[in-house]
């Protein structure tokens, strides 16, 4: 009889999250209301689609660093093309892709090339992007107003915004590929050993840095949406924001050491992200008591990961047998 595979981390993420929402509805009579959830589902475009790169680097056993200075510095030259160049929209979200196609493109190439731990390479690349920002800005705030506001307003039929959907999109494509696709199994075989992977025959360089230029390309399109969302482009945006997308493929459960991990668990690792910072905003909890709270949950979710896993497959052997 063949053993009965069931989704177990996603469906122990999905127990999560459902209880969040039941806790916040119960503390906030206002979390539980068609508003709130169509506030969530606007605001999270930006951080699933940079998760979802950050995913792809953890998977190889890697990690970007830059991806928040990145995605402020594609929405800053977006933001500049319009406003300064007279561009049209199209034209400046080319431009702002291609800067984070770059970026990521730099990051991969320095860190697969020379063997440099990926953690030192981004972490500069992280200054030298948030430069970038304030340099074609001026270190001002650009106001483009109804110039971008098609990318982050709701569509009056579905409540949503085109972000979201193409947010969506991006995580059901990215998942597709990293489970059906001969890249995704080299990621995969990467992150879990790269000297194997190599015996074979396989150089991953290239591999390595193609995953790197698509986490630059992800937070080009997520600044793409943060700017049809705040229809602002602001050097300063997406401080912190990395530690957010690596907290939610934490909370997803993708591992830190690579070789494992799954694009739509990332996905739920945001929506619980954004559920927990939503709630405790209206219940009122303090800037720095939502920062402290939501370490906690990170660190939980890392400690239930070493459990999740053979507790999830002795319960399959026991339905198994039933």
Not at 242 to 257: F, H, N, Q
Request: charged share 10%; aromatic share 8%.
């Amino acid at each position: 009889m063949h053993k009965i595979k069931l989704p177990w981390n996603s469906l122990g993420l999905v127990a999560v999250l459902l209880a969040l929402v039941l806790f916040f509805s119960v503390s906030s009579e206002y979390f539980f209301t068609g508003v709130t959830f169509r506030t969530l589902a606007n605001q999270i475009p930006t951080l699933t689609v940079i998760a979802v790169g950050m995913t792809y680097v953890l998977l190889i056993a890697g990690i970007d660093l830059s991806v928040g200075s990145v995605m402020a510095l594609c929405s800053a030259v977006m933001g500049v093309v319009i406003a300064d160049m007279g561009m049209p929209l199209p034209v400046a979200i080319a431009a702002g892709l291609v800067s984070g196609l770059l970026a990521g493109l730099v990051n991969g190439a320095v860190s697969a090339r020379w063997a440099i731990p990926s953690f030192v390479v981004t972490l500069g690349m992280l200054e030298i992007a948030r430069g970038g920002a304030y340099l074609v800005t001026n270190s001002e705030t650009r106001y483009l107003g109804s110039a971008v506001e098609v990318i982050g307003s709701p569509i009056a039929a579905l409540g949503v915004s085109p972000a979201l959907i193409l947010a969506i999109l991006v995580v059901i494509i990215a998942q597709f590929v990293l489970s059906k696709t001969v890249f995704g199994r080299y990621m995969i075989a990467i992150g879990t050993n790269e000297e194997a992977v190599r015996l074979t025959g396989i150089n991953p360089v290239p591999w390595k840095i193609l995953v790197f230029s698509l986490c630059g390309l992800l937070a080009g399109l997520g600044g793409v949406f943060q700017l049809g969302y705040l229809q602002t482009a602001d050097p300063n945006a997406g401080i912190g924001l990395e530690l957010s997308a690596i907290a939610a493929v934490v909370i997803g459960g993708t591992s830190l050491a690579g070789g494992r991990g799954s694009v739509v668990n990332t996905f739920i690792g945001v929506l619980i992200i954004a559920v927990i910072q939503t709630g405790l905003a209206q219940m009122g909890v303090s800037e720095p008591s939502k920062r402290i709270i939501t370490g906690a949950v990170i660190i939980a979710a890392v400690l239930f990961d070493q459990f999740r896993e053979p507790v999830g497959k002795w319960l399959g052997a026991r339905l198994s047998r039933e």
